[in-house]
């Protein structure tokens, strides 16, 4: 299993540009979520899904889109980027149960908006 | 979900017993303890979690009080590679959002 991969590594995009961030999970996990953590502070939940086709706001979802069209992908999109969401993004995911919800996390995707 | 406080840093001499706190006095009953650490920018991975009993696996210990206002995760023999930020999260059985608060920087000392 490869669990959770997102893509790209990197990326410098301009201001008013968009992108879409990818992320994908083997593991048939139901639950996915996108998060964002500035330099020096926590993660920030930005969108979550339970179920493909089913999404729902996080904290901080004011800038972004996603969309769950199938169980394995959870792609977050930037509409006009802004500096303010230069920032490193990771994508998660769980098998939502009663008694265990362990979150798999990717290695992130850092972003700088100039 | 119940708000967690934890220290915003802590210091552990390599070797010993590494003791991170957590307060979550709101926690209702169906709410577990969670702990995630965070390696210098990578991922955050899942280090255990409980309900009301002690529980054990082999990166760490949670020891959760009986009245289960307050928790502690305790890294057995810390080692450098243990440094990190570690979150402790309430999250409840029928809750969806998995929240993180500001976590407490663990620096694991030569």
């Known amino acids: 299993n490869a669990g959770v991969t997102q893509t790209p590594k990197f990326r410098i995009l301009k201001i008013g540009q968009s992108m879409t961030l990818q992320c994908t999970q083997d593991?048939?996990?139901?639950?996915m979520y996108w998060y964002r953590q500035d330099p020096g502070m926590g993660l920030k939940l930005i969108y979550y899904s339970v179920g493909a086709g089913i999404t729902d706001k996080g904290e901080v979802p004011n800038g972004y889109n996603v969309s769950r069209s199938t169980t394995e992908d959870f792609p977050l999109r930037l509409e006009l980027a802004a500096p303010s969401q230069t920032s490193v993004y990771f994508c998660?995911?769980?098998?939502?149960?009663?008694?265990?919800?362990?979150?798999?996390f990717g290695q992130g995707t850092r972003l700088t908006v100039v | 979900d119940a708000k967690t406080t934890q220290p915003p840093s802590m210091d552990c001499a390599e070797g010993r017993a590494a003791n991170l706190p957590c307060n979550h006095s709101?926690?209702?009953?169906?709410?577990?303890v969670y702990w995630y650490r965070q390696i210098h920018s990578q991922g955050p991975q899942y280090i255990i979690h409980?309900?009301?009993n002690n529980e054990t696996n082999e990166m760490a210990s949670l020891i959760i009080t009986e009245d289960r206002k307050s928790s502690t995760l305790i890294l057995p023999h810390a080692t450098l590679r243990d440094t990190a930020v570690y979150y402790c999260?309430?999250?409840?059985?029928?809750?969806?959002?998995?929240?993180f608060g500001t976590g407490t920087r663990l620096q694991v000392f030569p």
């Open positions: 709101t926690i209702s009953g169906n709410e577990y």
């Open positions: 409980g309900l009301k």
């Open positions: 999260i309430v999250r409840g059985s029928n809750t969806d959002k998995l929240i």
């Open positions: 593991m048939n996990h139901n639950y």
């Open positions: 998660a995911s769980s098998y939502r149960t009663v008694m265990n919800t362990e979150a798999f």
